[in-house]
């Protein structure tokens, strides 16, 4: 019996957050497959990812370039489905080893880390999706470009250094409702024409989603709490 085994945990806490996405899809009107989960393996090691990924979860978030280096490549050769998201701030000499080893990176948010993806990907021949992440509340210790220059941004990221941007993410402010900020980034999205929201963690993703996300990151509540 391994009723109790981390792997059983790591499944029966997907299936549960699987449910209440379906849940929050169907109450807003939104097709079955409207939402991608994101599940946010930091800080847990490679074998829970394992487990994840050996009941059907193939979408994955890590915080760190260095982190995910290591945990990934091995997982992918026997996955190939696998999909590994990019979202924590992203320091500008590690953009060639985030495009090296991300699918998706979400954390763009400044010039000279432009610069240096749009670099990277001509020097690696790989193309990570890429999405601009808002700092929806202007808080000065998060990671992410200003509301103010957000649209600004974006044309810079086209116009200037030739970079596809798919989309957008936040983090809101941790004690504030964080539904005036999943509105704002979706409106934000909807006048670029941008078609991904990632928005949502494990206390707020019900809300996110009826905002409009299209990703949703959980952690704590699929891997546990982080030491
Ligand atoms: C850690 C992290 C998450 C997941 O947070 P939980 O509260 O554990 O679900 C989501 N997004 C980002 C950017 C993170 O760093």
């Not at 085994?5 to 790591?10: N, R």
């Amino acid at each position: 019996m391994e009723r109790h085994s981390p792997s059983s945990g790591i499944a029966a806490n997907l299936a549960r957050i699987k449910a209440r996405i379906a849940e929050a899809v169907a109450r807003a009107n939104r097709p079955p497959d409207a939402v991608t989960l994101v599940a946010v393996s930091k800080t847990n090691p490679a074998e829970a990812v394992a487990a994840a990924l050996a009941v059907g979860q193939m979408v994955f978030g890590e915080n760190r370039v260095q982190e995910a280096a290591g945990k990934f490549p091995g997982l992918r050769a026997d996955w190939p489905a696998l999909r590994l998201h990019l979202i924590g701030g992203l320091q500008t000499n590690k953009a060639r080893d985030a495009v090296r080893v991300a699918d998706v990176i979400e954390s763009l948010d400044r010039p000279k880390l432009a610069v240096a993806i749009a670099e990277a990907i001509a020097r690696e021949g790989r193309t990570p999706a890429l999405l601009v992440q808002v700092n929806t509340g202007d808080e000065p210790q998060k990671a992410g470009v200003p509301q103010a220059e957000a649209e600004d941004f974006l044309r810079a990221c086209r116009d200037d250094w030739g970079l596809a941007v798919q989309g957008l993410m936040c983090i809101p402010p941790a004690e504030a409702d964080p539904r005036p900020h999943f509105l704002y980034l979706a409106e934000l999205a909807a006048r670029h024409a941008l078609p991904v929201l990632s928005m949502g963690m494990s206390a707020d993703f019900e809300a996110a989603i009826g905002c409009g996300a299209t990703h949703v990151r959980v952690g704590s509540a699929i891997f546990g709490a982080r030491g």
